[in-house]
């Protein structure tokens, strides 16, 4: 057998399905093991992780896909985050069933991510960039002030003792036994959002090997040429805008249920900017690359967080806040990512080619094939 390990994972399917057989079991021992090594609270950092990789997905649609620069993301965050939490709390006394508040959010956000990108067809770059930063802001200040004259999202108090999400009756918040095994409501929803993040997984890949994702790769190529070849760029737009707001949505109502508790304060354009830098840091475009970011950035600050007690153990004191110390190294850390790998940490190999200046060939003969395989 020769060639590269990728290249045999990918031809052999012996190999494949033993690889796909191992990743399976470790996903589903994962929160045992975290669990088992570093405590609770870890799985919860875990689930979390997984939260972040649906959003992280969502905006790889508009930035990596379509190449469009929006700020402005954790808008539809929080409307399904509200969505939910509005319809399923004492707020109104009305408790609809998850089942069909989590779609209904996805499409409420869906919605909004359309009258986003209506406006904004004709803008690009850093122009879009700043409307898109508006929109966000906008959604946050409106929910942060509409208390008043009627007390909808309660203000900057937020809403508590939201439901969580119930399968079988049993809240996933309680613990529960299976076949002996404990499970805690942190493994519960890790499960849950292990699944919805495959779920989503699958409709990345698919919409990025169909006609729209083709589309939306030319668009970011350059939307001129894409016009001109007969791509109706306005739709395709929006429906970039449309597809990431929805699972923006979905992680908004997920996380409304997870935490039981939503404030303005928990969408605030550090978000949007995190879960871009997610995108970014991955590799634009390419799926494993944006989960491996979304992982990296929801992980590795939590981790920083020991400097304190390393400080304390080596030094004898707290010599730095540690707050501060994990900002620095973490944002030193980015700016190295972004100077040593402008392309990402795992970019998708059209990209990777792009920024290689060692092979102009190669990308105008790949351009070529593509351009006569779409004739």
Excluded at 286 to 294: E, S
Excluded at 305 to 327: C, F, H, K, T
Aim: with cysteine.
């Amino acid at each position: 057998m020769t060639g590269s390990l990728p290249n045999r994972l990918y031809h052999d399917p012996r190999i494949a399905g033993l690889a796909f057989v191992a990743l399976a079991a470790l996903l589903l021992a994962l929160p045992f093991l975290v669990e088992a090594g570093m405590g609770r609270t870890w799985v919860r950092i875990l689930d979390f992780a997984m939260l972040y990789v649906m959003l992280a997905l969502g905006l790889n649609i508009v930035v990596g896909y379509a190449g469009l620069l929006d700020l402005g993301y954790v808008a539809f965050y929080a409307v399904g985050a509200y969505f939910y939490a509005i319809l399923a709390s004492p707020q109104f006394g009305i408790h609809l069933p998850y089942w069909a508040l989590l779609p209904a959010g996805a499409g409420i956000a869906c919605i909004f991510g359309v009258l986003l990108g209506a406006p904004t067809l004709r803008l690009r770059g850093d122009y879009l960039a700043i409307v898109t930063l508006g929109f966000g802001e906008i959604i946050r200040i409106f929910l942060n002030n509409l208390n008043a004259p009627v007390n909808i999202t309660n203000g900057p108090q937020g809403i508590n003792m939201i439901d969580p999400v119930q399968v079988a009756g049993h809240s996933l918040t309680r613990p529960i036994e299976i076949l002996g095994l404990q499970f805690s409501g942190a493994h519960a929803h890790y499960y849950l959002f292990l699944a919805l993040t495959l779920l989503v997984v699958f409709i990345a890949f698919r919409l990025q090997d169909s006609r729209i994702g083709r589309a939306w790769a030319a668009i970011r190529e350059d939307e001129v040429a894409a016009e001109a070849m007969g791509i109706n760029t306005r739709n395709v737009k929006l429906l970039a805008f449309a597809m990431g707001a929805t699972f923006g949505g979905l992680g908004g109502g997920l996380f409304a249920a997870f935490q039981g508790f939503v404030s303005p304060e928990s969408f605030t354009l550090m978000e949007s900017i995190m879960i871009l830098c997610m995108v970014v840091l991955g590799g634009m475009g390419n799926i494993p690359g944006v989960i491996l970011g979304a992982l990296l950035l929801t992980i590795l600050p939590e981790l920083l967080r020991y400097i304190g007690p390393l400080q304390q153990e080596l030094l004898g004191r707290v010599a730095v806040d540690p707050a501060d110390l994990r900002m620095l190294l973490f944002g030193m850390g980015l700016v190295l990512v972004m100077l040593f790998r402008p392309q990402g940490l795992w970019p998708s190999q059209v990209r990777a080619r792009e920024l290689s200046p060692d092979n102009p060939d190669e990308i105008r003969q790949e351009q070529e094939a593509l351009y006569d395989a779409e004739r």
